[in-house]
C-alpha cells in the first residue's frame, strides 16, 4: 500500500480557531487548537480510516481536505498539486473530483426537491450530462445504490434513514469522483441500514477505484472498511498503521484503550479481552496538557517525560506509526516497549 | 448472575399493550410484552429504532404521552400492578422507588438551577430533608459517581459539565432516592466510548454495591454484552426473544437476534461479510396478521404469516416467538 501514489497528502496542517473571550476583550491569544501539526497522505484506490473521539480533530481534517475551511498552516495536496490557492476555474474542477457524504441523511437532503432533482443537481451546476442523459444517469445510479429507478420523483420523507444514505453515496457519485470523504457515515443508522451502507462504501470503492477517507468514532467500522487507520488525540495523530497491523499490534496506550472500549455483541470476546477504563474525561483543546496530550489519562505514564516533552510521531515497524514515550527507545525499526526515559 | 431464582421478580410486566390512538389509526407501539426483571439484575432492551423501546419506559413511568394510552396488561412492581395506582400513588414513586436516566442529559437537567439544587430537590421533596442535610447528601452521591471535587461541583450548572459529567449528573439525581429499580433509556449513546465504558463500569459497580436493578434501553448488543445479565430484543412492540446474554448471543434461536447480530461488524474479522436484514420494520400502525419480522425472515413459511406467534418459554431460562427457532 506505502509503495501507491498517494492521491492526496496532508502536510504539517494545523487549525486554529481563535476564541473571543467576553464581549470587548476580542481575539486573544486563545484558540481552540482542533487540528495541531498533523501529516498523512492517502494513496489511489486506498480507504483510510480516521478515529477519534469528540474533539480530536477529525472532521476539521476531513473538512481542510475538502477545501470546505482554509487550514492555519500547513497544506493539503491533491494529485501532487497543493490545493491551498486554486483559482475559481480550477476549484470547481476540484470539487467535481472530491465529494462528501454525510453525517445525518435526514438534514443532508433538502425535503423540498425530489431525489431525482438532488441527485441531478451536482450535474447541472457542474454542466455535466444534459437531458434525457441526466435522467438516465439518476435512473443508472439509483439502481447502483440498491434502490428503484422509479423512485427519482420520491420527496426524502419517503424514504428510511439507511435509503436516505443511499441518496447521499448516489449523489457523491453522480459526477465520477476520485475521491469521496465520508463523515461518520453510519453514526445515525440502525444495525441493520449500518451493515447495508459499509457495504456499499466497501463494493462502489472496488467497482470505480475510489479514494475515501471515513471518519468515524466506531473502530469496529473502520476496521470493517479501511486499509490504513489514522489515530487521533486531541489534534495530533497518535498513532498510523495499515488496518491489520494497528489492530493485531496496538502500540499506543490511548489506541489500545479505545479498541478496549469498543463494546462487541460477543460475550466471550467480552470477558477475555482487556478491559481498560481511562480516567478522567477528554482535556479541553483550549488549552491542551503539556508535553504528550493523553499523559493526563494515560495508564502507561511514565513520569516527567511525558508532561514535558512532546512526542514524536516515529515509525516504529515499517509503516507502523506512533507518538509514544514508551517506543522512544528504539531508535530504528524494532519492536521493543521498554519504558526508558528520553534525555 | 441469575439472582434469587425463588424470590419473585421485582418487575413483572404482563402482556402490556400501549397504543396511540390518532384520528384515522391505532399506532400499536407495545403489543403484548411480557417480561421481568430480578432484584438486583440488569437486564437489557434491544432492538432498532421503532421497536417500542422507549414507549416501554414511559409507560413504566405511566408516563406515555397523550394519544398515546396503555390499554392493556399488568406493570407489577413488588408484586402491586402500577396500573391501578392513582396518580398521587404515581408521584410518590417515580424518583423514589424507580427513578430514570434519560438519553440526553443535557436536555433533562434544568439550566437554570445548580447541579447541587437539582440533586438536592428530590431529598428534600421526597426524604424531607433540610437544605444543607440535602447538599450534604447530594455531595456523596457526586462522589459516588465518580465526579472529582464533588462538593466544588454542586454550584456547578449543567452547562459547565461535560457530556460524560452530566450524565452522572442524572444518575446521581436518579440515586438519590436509593430506587429499587433504575430506567435508563439509551444514557450512553451521545457519549465517546471511553466515557460510555467509564459510565457501564459505575452502573455495574453501583449495582454491586447498591443491589437495586437496573432496566437498561439500547440499540447497541456490544454494550448489552459489556454490562447485563439478562436482555430482551424487542421487535414491532414485542418481546422477540428473552434469556441469559451469553446464551442469547452465543446462540440465538430467533432469526431476527441471529440477523442483529451478523449486521454488526465483528472486532479482529473485517474479512466477513456483514449480512444486513432485509427490507423494513413493520408500520405500527399496520401490523402483519402474523409474525412480525415474516416478512423479513429467511426461514419464513406460510404458518408464519398466517398465525399469530406466541412467546415460548424453552425452560432454560430462555424464551422465544418464533415456528422455527435456531437450535
Same mark, same amino acid.
Given at each position: ?9 496532508? %502536510? ?79 476549484? %470547481? ?142 489534534? %495530533? ?21 479505545? !479498541? ?84 | ?57 414511559? =409507560? ?47 436536555? =433533562? ?19 424531607? !430533608? ?6 450534604? %447528601? ?101 418481546? !422477540? ?87
Amino acid at each position: 500500500m506505502g509503495e501507491r501514489q498517494p492521491l492526496v497528502e496532508v %502536510k504539517n496542517l494545523v487549525k486554529h480557531f481563535p476564541v473571543r473571550r467576553g464581549l470587548f476583550r476580542g481575539k486573544g491569544a486563545l484558540a481552540v487548537r482542533a487540528v495541531d501539526d498533523i501529516s498523512f497522505d492517502i494513496g489511489q484506490g486506498e480507504t483510510v480510516g480516521l478515529v477519534g473521539e469528540s474533539g480530536c480533530g477529525k472532521t476539521t481534517t476531513g473538512r481542510m481536505v475538502m477545501r470546505l475551511i482554509t487550514p492555519t498552516s500547513g497544506e493539503v495536496c491533491f494529485e501532487g498539486r497543493s490545493i491551498n490557492a486554486l483559482s475559481a476555474e480550477e476549484e %470547481k474542477l476540484y470539487r467535481r473530483k472530491v465529494q462528501m457524504v454525510f453525517q445525518d441523511p435526514y438534514s443532508s437532503l433538502n425535503p423540498r426537491m425530489t431525489v431525482g432533482s438532488i441527485i441531478a443537481y451536482p450535474m447541472r451546476i457542474q454542466g455535466e450530462y444534459a437531458g434525457a442523459a441526466r435522467d438516465a444517469r439518476v435512473r443508472e445510479l439509483l439502481e447502483l445504490v440498491g434502490l428503484s429507478r422509479y423512485q427519482a420523483s420520491w420527496y426524502p420523507h419517503e424514504f428510511s434513514g439507511g435509503e436516505r444514505q443511499r441518496i447521499g453515496i448516489a449523489t457523491a457519485l453522480a459526477l465520477n469522483p476520485r475521491f469521496i470523504f465520508c463523515d461518520e457515515p453510519v453514526a445515525s443508522l440502525d444495525v441493520s441500514a449500518q451493515a447495508q451502507i459499509l457495504n456499499l462504501l466497501k463494493d462502489i470503492r472496488s467497482e470505480f477505484n475510489l479514494t475515501i477517507l471515513i471518519v468515524t468514532h466506531n473502530l469496529s467500522v473502520v476496521e470493517y472498511v479501511s486499509d490504513r487507520v489514522v489515530v487521533m488525540y486531541l489534534g %495530533k495523530i497518535v498513532e498510523m498503521a495499515s488496518t491489520s497491523d494497528l489492530y493485531r499490534h496496538t502500540l499506543h496506550p490511548y489506541s489500545r484503550a479505545l !479498541m478496549s472500549a469498543i463494546p462487541t455483541p460477543d460475550p466471550e470476546a467480552e470477558q477475555q479481552r482487556e478491559q481498560i477504563v481511562l480516567r478522567g474525561e477528554i482535556p479541553s483543546p483550549l488549552d491542551p496538557p503539556s508535553g504528550c496530550r493523553f499523559h493526563t489519562r494515560c495508564p502507561a505514564y511514565l513520569g516527567d517525560v511525558c508532561r514535558e516533552i512532546e512526542p514524536e510521531l516515529r515509525e516504529i515497524q515499517p509503516g507502523h506509526f506512533t507518538a509514544c514515550h514508551l517506543y522512544a527507545s528504539t531508535p530504528t525499526l524494532a519492536t521493543t516497549a521498554s519504558g526508558a526515559r528520553l534525555n | 448472575m441469575s439472582t434469587a431464582v425463588d424470590l419473585p421478580p421485582l418487575v413483572e410486566v404482563q402482556d402490556l399493550h400501549t397504543h396511540f390512538l390518532l384520528k384515522k389509526k391505532v399506532v400499536r407501539a407495545i403489543n403484548g410484552l411480557s417480561f421481568s426483571v430480578g432484584r438486583g439484575e440488569i437486564l437489557g432492551i434491544a432492538g432498532e429504532s421503532g421497536a417500542g423501546k422507549s414507549v416501554l419506559c414511559l =409507560s413504566m413511568l405511566r408516563l406515555v404521552p397523550q394519544p398515546g394510552r396503555i390499554v392493556g396488561g399488568r406493570i407489577l412492581f413488588e408484586g402491586k400492578d402500577l396500573l391501578g395506582k392513582s396518580e398521587h400513588e404515581m408521584r410518590g414513586l417515580r424518583g423514589q422507588a424507580i427513578s430514570m436516566v434519560f438519553e440526553d442529559p443535557l436536555n =433533562s437537567l434544568d439550566p437554570a438551577f445548580t447541579v447541587g439544587d437539582q440533586i438536592g430537590e428530590s431529598l428534600m421533596l421526597h426524604k424531607a !430533608m433540610t437544605r444543607s442535610a440535602a447538599r450534604q %447528601k447530594a455531595g456523596e452521591l457526586l462522589r459516588l459517581v465518580g465526579i472529582p471535587d464533588p462538593e466544588r461541583r454542586l454550584d456547578n450548572y449543567a452547562h459547565e459539565l461535560s457530556g460524560g459529567m452530566q450524565q452522572r449528573v442524572m444518575i446521581a439525581v436518579a440515586l438519590s432516592c436509593d430506587p429499587a429499580l433504575l430506567i435508563a433509556d439509551n444514557p450512553t449513546t451521545a457519549l465517546d466510548v471511553t466515557i460510555q465504558m467509564q459510565i457501564l463500569d459505575l452502573v455495574k459497580q453501583l449495582r454491586d454495591r447498591l443491589g437495586m436493578a437496573v432496566l437498561w434501553i439500547t440499540h447497541d448488543l456490544g454494550v448489552v454484552a459489556k454490562l447485563c445479565d439478562r436482555v430482551v430484543i424487542m421487535y414491532a412492540g414485542k418481546v !422477540m426473544e428473552a434469556g441469559d446474554v451469553y446464551d442469547v448471543l452465543k446462540r440465538p434461536r430467533h432469526p431476527y437476534t441471529r440477523r442483529l447480530i451478523d449486521a454488526l461488524p465483528k472486532l479482529g474479522h473485517p474479512e466477513q461479510r456483514l449480512i444486513p436484514i432485509q427490507g423494513r420494520p413493520p408500520n405500527p400502525a399496520d401490523l402483519p396478521e402474523g409474525c412480525p419480522f415474516a416478512p423479513r425472515c429467511y426461514k419464513v413459511t406460510a404458518e408464519c404469516r398466517s398465525q399469530a406467534v406466541e412467546l415460548v418459554d424453552t425452560g432454560d431460562g430462555r424464551a422465544v416467538r418464533c415456528l422455527h427457532p435456531e437450535e
